[in-house]
């Protein structure tokens, strides 16, 4: 007996379907799986999101799955325990643990750093006007912004901030409430609090990277990068790679995309002015220089923070452990 036309098209339409079905699970397993531990509320959950709506982590050949945490101790210490592959932290931190004989690498993640806001009217226009001031400082005494500006500030003013100031260390969402209450001259703050500040009515008096520059760096220097276990990277060169790629592309994304910025608004719960500050200093912390170019920079500055803050910021070395910033990344894929 033949079959009919209809039993050939329902045939034609199952074999269509299991090759289709076919083909994606063999585009799925090509995808390799890398495992992003993040702060549950932290900035880089933006570019995550935004990564993933686009797709473009797939179309770098892997899939992101993105591990949240509740504080950044969490973070590292489940990247040390191998239960996920990257997360976000500082060359210093790097360094410190390669010293020790880890074998953490950094790729250039943002140079979006800290400044010293003040209210738009305010009378300070200067480091040195700060003298006897009530200044409120987040991250603690070793933050890298805080003592970068502290050099600076010895340097070109005289003037020793943390002994003739009235300091205020707090947690960085306090500080900013009280710095729009009145309650302090000035407020050191992460960039992302200080956009906010700045659609608020705040202005910088002098950010961590014009002090960075002033003692000696060419440029930007990401603050913060992508850190993950070179062994991690060597044995899985395609992961590694394909998540930097990734990561570059959703910054083009966010860097020339204002519609991508709205459709993130509810996650970075912000709108109007507020979100488009944030958006803005976002951009300008892009990495664009060469890896090689920020490495060197970076070297400076440990030296500098090395002087500042000794061992209890720096680790046994007072030099950048070699290896801090990825070779490969350095030397070009």
Avoid: C
């Amino acid at each position: 007996m033949i079959p009919s036309f209809r039993s050939h098209g329902r045939l034609v339409v199952v074999l269509l379907t299991a090759l289709v079905f076919s083909a994606s699970l063999g585009a799925a397993s090509a995808l390799e799986t890398v495992r992003v531990g993040v702060l549950k509320f932290g900035t880089v959950n933006w570019e995550l999101d935004a990564m993933k709506e686009a797709g473009l982590d797939r179309s770098a050949g892997v899939d992101v799955e993105i591990v949240p945490f509740a504080g950044e101790d969490a973070s590292n210490v489940a990247l040390q325990a191998g239960d996920v592959d990257v997360i976000v932290s500082d060359w210093l931190w790097v360094s410190r643990l390669r010293t020790d004989g880890a074998d953490y690498t950094f790729v250039p993640y943002s140079s979006s750093v800290g400044a010293i806001m003040v209210p738009q009217d305010s009378a300070l226009r200067s480091l040195g006007d700060l003298k006897g001031r009530k200044l409120g400082v987040a991250g603690g005494p070793l933050d890298k912004s805080w003592l970068l500006i502290q050099g600076l500030a010895r340097r070109d003013h005289g003037v020793d901030l943390a002994a003739e100031n009235d300091i205020v260390y707090g947690a960085p969402p306090l500080l900013s409430e009280k710095a729009r209450q009145g309650e302090l001259d000035a407020v050191l703050n992460y960039w992302h609090y200080n956009a906010r500040l700045e659609a608020k009515g705040f202005r910088s008096l002098v950010g961590a990277d014009e002090a960075a520059r002033a003692l000696g760096a060419s440029g930007p220097v990401s603050a913060l990068g992508w850190v993950f276990p070179e062994r991690w990277a060597d044995a899985h060169p395609q992961a590694a790679r394909g998540f930097v790629e990734a990561s570059r592309a959703t910054k083009a994304l966010l860097a020339s995309s204002d519609a991508a910025w709205e459709r993130l608004a509810p996650l970075v719960r912000a709108e109007g002015a507020e979100l488009l500050a944030l958006r803005d200093r976002y951009r300008d912390g892009i990495p664009r220089r060469p890896a090689a170019e920020e490495e060197a920079d970076a070297r400076l500055l440990h030296g500098v923070l090395a002087e500042l803050g000794g061992e209890k910021l720096v680790g046994r070395s007072a030099a950048m452990a070699p290896g801090t910033y990825w070779p490969r990344l350095v030397g070009g894929f």
